[in-house]
């Protein structure tokens, strides 16, 4: 049997693309296989994706996802390919769209994509880039994948280094900014836990209004009173110049980026 789509790797990621594209309705479970060499994933992977093949060896395939650490990226391709595979999609961070065309060969659509952790809870927001081969029913395809755990946005390969200065690593930044506020607020007297409730649903309710808006300014302005507590604790941040903290370091993981590109 030849498989639409086989996603080499079943870590969390790979699982939770799957799990997306099922969902989306898109892509039939029956025709989808998963690539996993651990055999005690091997046996979690059924419960998680249930009706695709979960498999330790590559099986015929008309495409691939490669979900698997960037070291052993060509490697599954040029396996991928070697059973059919003519589309090829790489998630692996860093690995460039020249490496994973060596390893494809000639004739294959490849394309790269840089996708974000927060894929796992289907909030993802990924970036794509076609090899020289990938047409528009290549990128459509990818980003049919990405698309069912998130929003896909397609770039030139030299702006995959900022993606991921931005969106790639700016889940640690948000986490970050909710460590900090937690311990704030418990500075301040506030019970750890009653703290660490607190700031989850501040995060929650202000991404739900951003979503909802648009317009971080505005919101901004919005919520400060002139001369009033937000005002207040806005100045103390521009004093800090807590902006370009933000700027300096998507600077330091785009830079980051192309060194390991």
């Given at each position: 049997m030849e498989h639409d789509v086989v996603m080499v790797g079943g870590g969390n990621?790979?699982?939770?693309?799957?799990?997306?594209?099922?969902?989306?309705?898109?892509?039939?479970?029956?025709?989808?296989?998963?690539?996993?060499l651990l055999e005690a994933r091997r046996a979690q992977?059924?419960?998680?994706?249930?009706?695709?093949?979960?498999?330790?060896?590559?099986?015929?395939?008309?495409a691939a996802v490669i979900a698997v650490k960037p070291a052993d990226v060509p490697a599954a391709v040029a396996a991928a390919v070697a059973q059919g595979a003519a589309r090829i999609?790489?998630?692996?961070?860093?690995?460039?769209?020249?490496?994973?065309?060596a390893a494809a060969g000639s004739g294959v659509a490849v394309i790269r994509a840089?996708?974000?952790t927060p894929a796992l809870v289907g909030r993802g927001a990924a970036a794509i880039a076609g090899g020289a081969t990938a047409g528009d029913a290549d990128l459509e395809w990818a980003e049919q994948i990405l698309g069912s755990v998130g929003i896909v946005e397609r770039l030139d390969e030299p702006l995959l280094d900022a993606f991921t200065g931005v969106a790639g690593s700016g889940p640690a930044y948000v986490f970050l900014v909710a460590?900090?506020?937690?311990?704030?607020?418990?500075?301040e007297g506030i019970p750890h836990e009653m703290a660490?409730?607190?700031?989850?649903?501040?995060?929650?309710?202000?991404?739900t209004l951003l979503a909802?808006?648009?317009?971080?300014?505005?919101?901004?302005?919005?919520?400060?009173?002139?001369?009033?507590?937000?005002?207040?604790?806005?100045a103390r941040l521009d004093a800090r110049d807590v902006r370009g903290a933000f700027a300096d370091a998507v600077r330091a993981a785009t830079e980051r980026s192309r060194e390991l590109g």
């Open positions: 990621m790979g699982a939770a693309l799957l799990g997306g594209m099922i969902e989306s309705g898109r892509f039939d479970p029956e025709r989808l296989a998963v690539v996993e992977l059924p419960g998680i994706v249930p009706g695709v093949a979960v498999v330790d060896t590559m099986p015929s395939c008309s999609l790489s998630i692996a961070a860093g690995v460039t769209l020249a490496t994973l065309e840089m996708p974000n460590e900090a506020l937690t311990a704030a607020a418990e500075a660490v409730r607190v700031v989850n649903q501040l995060l929650l309710g202000s991404s909802r808006d648009g317009d971080a300014e505005q919101l901004r302005i919005n919520v400060t009173s002139p001369n009033g507590t937000t005002a207040a604790g806005l």
